[in-house]
């Protein structure tokens, strides 16, 4: 029976301590221990439930207890008046409004943000035979379409340059074919060939730069290339007997 009434004294003065621990004032007990009873994790949580903390400017407790801010390697977070605040890095965007993704867009790469949030490059190409060339350093770019060149620089004209068949820039911008002897510059396939002016002089070693040097009116090769194989119908014996002309070019005329 002592041993039994013992047990029941210590069990009432635990019930005791207990009792006194829960009505003290300022403080509750939960399995973790005690804490303050008003550190309430919330928008009710006041300044009193953190002693010593600023909760309007604490990252760790903005605006509540234990309210901390998100950290993300794009932006520096910091606390405002009790509001958290992230601060893009340079050239960083916060382009779909989500703190969990922080600044998620490159501003200096993405054509859809390109320098800004919603700049988009997609209409940029407004020039003649331009395309869009996507973001470089946060600006829009532009490029020709194949076959095209900027030549004279103008944003206004866009890609004015055919460069497959333009005898000034063939090939290439400032690519200009020479003037030829007896004939006419031609771009060709972004190539300079000639056009002769007469049936009669012929562009025999394709090189533009000395034109149409080979003289047709030959009676032994009336109209043909002295390393091509001359027709018999094409060696006419004497100087009178070959004749050119633009409609038929070079014949042998016989009397």
Do not use: K
Not at 186 to 201: G, I, K, L, T
Not at 224 to 229: A, I, L, Q
């Amino acid at each position: 029976m002592a041993y039994v009434c013992h047990n029941q004294v210590v069990r009432a003065s635990l019930l005791v301590v207990l009792a006194i621990a829960v009505a003290a004032p300022g403080c509750i007990l939960d399995r973790s221990g005690t804490r303050p009873a008003d550190a309430s994790v919330g928008p009710d949580a006041t300044a009193n439930a953190c002693p010593g903390v600023d909760l309007q400017s604490d990252p760790r407790n903005c605006g509540a207890c234990g309210r901390a801010c998100l950290r993300v390697p794009t932006a520096a977070t910091s606390c405002v008046a009790g509001v958290c605040v992230q601060e893009c890095n340079p050239g960083r965007g916060d382009c779909d409004g989500d703190p969990a993704t922080g600044c998620e867009v490159d501003l200096g790469l993405d054509a859809a943000h390109c320098g800004a949030c919603g700049a988009s490059c997609a209409g940029m190409a407004t020039g003649p035979n331009q395309i869009a060339g996507g973001c470089q350093m946060g600006v829009c770019q532009t490029r020709c379409r194949p076959g095209f060149a900027d030549c004279d620089g103008d944003p206004a004209t866009g890609c004015e340059a055919d460069l497959a068949s333009e005898r000034a820039n063939c090939g290439a911008c400032g690519r200009a074919c020479p003037l030829p002897t007896n004939g006419q510059p031609m771009c060709v396939d972004s190539e300079c060939r000639v056009q002769c002016d007469d049936a009669r002089f012929l562009d025999c070693n394709r090189d533009p730069s000395d034109g149409c040097e080979v003289d047709g009116l030959d009676p032994f090769r009336c109209g043909v290339c002295p390393d091509d194989t001359v027709p018999t119908d094409r060696i006419c014996g004497a100087a009178d007997f070959c004749r050119c002309d633009p409609a038929t070019g070079c014949r042998c005329v016989f009397f």
